[in-house]
């Protein structure tokens, strides 16, 4: 059965860093275009990041563009998603989602893209 786990979430002060981690198993995570969503209180769902099965391209959406990094370890099954300079609009639960895919991740951080969904971490930033 696949799985996925986020961990690494918590409360961090405003310019701080936290790094998530996505960990895959019942699958083989290099096969698969591996995505970050969020979800801050009251607002909708929002694609964070992604990278693509051959890791041969990586999307952000604008907001975290120069402060987040998405990575995979295939070796380990897992993605991480590295937060610099984190704002308080950043706090939010934050999710990883799969897809066996090769063109998922192409254009854009898209849920509809995406059919394995971990439970979420949350990432809180407050002072």
């Known amino acids: 059965q696949l799985q996925l786990v986020e961990s690494g979430g918590g409360l961090v002060q405003p310019g701080g860093s936290l790094r998530l981690s996505c960990a895959g198993s019942?699958?083989?995570?290099?096969?698969?275009?591996i995505a970050w969503f969020r979800r801050a209180p009251g607002k909708e769902r929002e694609g964070v990041s992604c990278?693509?099965?051959?890791?041969?391209?990586?999307e952000y959406v604008d907001s975290v563009k120069g402060r987040f990094t998405i990575s995979r370890d295939n070796a380990k099954d897992t993605v991480y998603l590295q937060m610099n300079s984190l704002k308080s609009e950043d706090t939010a639960v934050y999710y990883c989602?799969?897809?066996?895919?090769?063109?998922?991740?192409?254009?854009?951080?898209?849920?509809?893209?995406?059919?394995?969904w971990g439970r979420g971490t949350q990432v809180t930033v407050s002072s």
């Open positions: 019942g699958f083989t995570l290099a096969d698969y275009a």
């Open positions: 990278i693509m099965s051959d890791d041969g391209n990586t």
């Open positions: 989602a799969a897809v066996y895919s090769d063109h998922a991740c192409a254009r854009g951080v898209f849920a509809y893209e995406y059919n394995y």
